[in-house]
C-alpha cells in the first residue's frame, strides 16, 4: 500500500518547480520529498543543485527515471514538466498506482481536440483525460479529494474562473453581451528557457501584449465559466515585473444589482473558502496584496446603473496560479486542511 504522504516531484529546475519545492519542504504533514531530475549535475540533494535550499533539510535528488519513482514509497507525484513530458510520464505513474498532480496543461479538457487544437501537441490518450479532475478546489474540492489524478490549472485561468464562476452560476450577465478579460502577468508566468523577448533588456521599463485570440488559457476559462468562445474576449500582456497576476473583468449585468448585492453573492458563493478573499464593494486589490501567498484576492466597482462591472481578479502566478494550488490539491487528496503550509 502506497503512502499518498510520500512525495516525489518530477522537474524542479523551473519558477514553479522551485516554488513547489519551497512549499513542501515546509510542509508539516509530509515525509521529505524526493526530487527527479533529467541532468542533477552530479548534485545527491536538492541544495547542492539549488543552494537556497541549505539548511532546509537534505531533500534526495535523484535521476528522471520512470522506474525510479515506481519502485521507491511514493504514493503522490508531482509533474512539474512541460506539456509533452506530463502527457508521457503520468500514464506510467498511474498504471503503478500512484496519485499524480500535473501542474501542465496535459490534462486539463476533457477532450483530446481541445488540446491538440489550442496547443499543437499529440493529446494523451482519451482514458486518462476521461480520469482527470481539475483542481480548482474552490469548485471541485469532492471530486479532487478521491481523483488519481489532478490537472492543475493555469495561472490566467485561475483568476478569470474565480471572479466569472459567481456570476456565470447565478445566471447574472447579461445575453448577448462580451465579458472582457484583460489580464496583466509577471515575467515568470512564460517559463525559463532562455528567449529573446524574456531578457531583462526586453521586459524592463516595457509593457506588452500578446497571444491574442490564441491564448492556451482561454478554453479552460470558456469550459470552467459556461461562456461561449464569441462571447469572451481574453488578453494577455506581460509586466516588467518577476511574478504576479492581475485580471480586470468587464462584464454586464441583468437585471441591475447593487454593490451589496454584487459583494453579498461572492461572500456566499466562497463562504469556508479560506484561499479566496472577497474585497468590499468598491474596494480594489494590488498585486502586492498577494504575492508570495496562495490567496486569490476578488474586489469590484459597479456603475451608477448597476448593470456595468468590473472585477478585480488578482493571484500570485507561481502561488495560487501553480505550485500553491497544487499543494492545496494535494491538502484535499490528504484529507487534511487545505490551506496548510500555505499561509
Not at 507525484?77 to 509533452?84: D, G, I, K, Q, S
Not at 486539463?108 to 490518450?125: I, K, N, V
Not at 529573446?196 to 465559466?225: C, M, Q, S, W
Request: hydrophobic share 40%.
Amino acid at each position: 500500500m502506497r503512502d499518498p504522504r510520500q512525495i516525489g516531484v518530477v522537474g524542479s529546475t523551473g519558477y514553479s518547480g522551485l516554488e513547489l519545492a519551497r512549499i513542501l519542504l515546509r510542509h508539516p504533514a509530509l515525509a521529505t520529498p524526493v526530487f527527479y531530475m533529467r541532468d542533477a549535475h552530479g548534485a545527491k540533494c536538492l541544495a547542492e543543485r539549488f543552494p537556497q535550499f541549505r539548511g532546509w533539510g537534505e531533500a534526495p535528488l535523484r535521476p528522471l527515471a520512470v522506474e525510479a519513482i515506481t519502485a521507491s514509497s511514493a504514493g503522490t507525484v508531482f509533474l512539474a514538466t512541460p506539456h509533452e513530458v506530463s502527457a508521457e510520464l503520468a500514464p506510467k505513474l498511474l498504471q503503478a498506482g500512484l496519485r499524480v498532480i500535473d501542474l501542465s496543461g496535459a490534462f486539463r479538457f476533457r477532450g483530446a481536440e481541445t488540446f491538440t487544437s489550442w496547443y499543437q501537441l499529440p493529446a494523451p490518450h482519451a482514458e486518462w483525460l476521461g480520469e482527470a479532475v481539475y483542481g480548482l478546489p474552490e469548485l471541485y474540492s469532492k471530486e479532487i479529494a478521491a481523483a488519481r489524478l489532478v490537472a492543475n490549472p493555469g495561472c490566467y485561468s485561475t483568476s478569470v474562473i474565480l471572479a466569472l464562476r459567481p456570476l456565470t452560476e447565478s445566471g447574472w450577465i447579461a445575453r448577448n453581451t462580451s465579458v472582457v478579460c484583460d489580464c496583466k502577468s509577471g515575467a515568470s508566468g512564460a517559463g525559463k528557457d532562455p528567449r529573446r523577448d524574456l531578457h531583462f533588456v526586453e521586459v524592463d521599463e516595457n509593457f506588452k501584449a500578446y497571444g491574442l485570440f490564441t491564448h492556451r488559457h482561454t478554453p479552460e476559462i470558456l469550459e470552467h465559466t459556461g461562456l461561449s468562445e464569441s462571447q469572451v474576449v481574453f488578453s494577455t500582456h506581460l509586466l516588467p515585473l518577476a511574478r504576479g497576476i492581475l485580471s480586470t473583468i468587464y462584464v454586464t449585468l441583468d437585471p441591475p444589482r447593487s454593490g451589496a448585492d454584487v459583494e453579498a453573492l461572492f461572500r456566499k458563493f466562497y463562504a469556508g473558502r479560506p484561499m479566496v478573499r472577497i474585497w468590499r464593494a468598491g474596494a480594489l486589490p494590488e498585486l502586492q496584496h498577494v504575492a508570495h501567498t496562495n490567496f486569490c484576492d476578488i474586489g469590484f466597482a459597479l456603475d451608477s446603473s448597476g448593470r456595468r462591472l468590473v472585477l478585480i481578479s488578482c493571484l500570485d502566478n507561481l502561488g495560487k496560479g501553480a505550485a500553491g494550488q497544487a499543494v492545496q490539491n494535494l491538502n484535499h487528496m490528504l484529507g487534511i486542511e487545505e490551506q496548510t503550509s500555505l499561509q
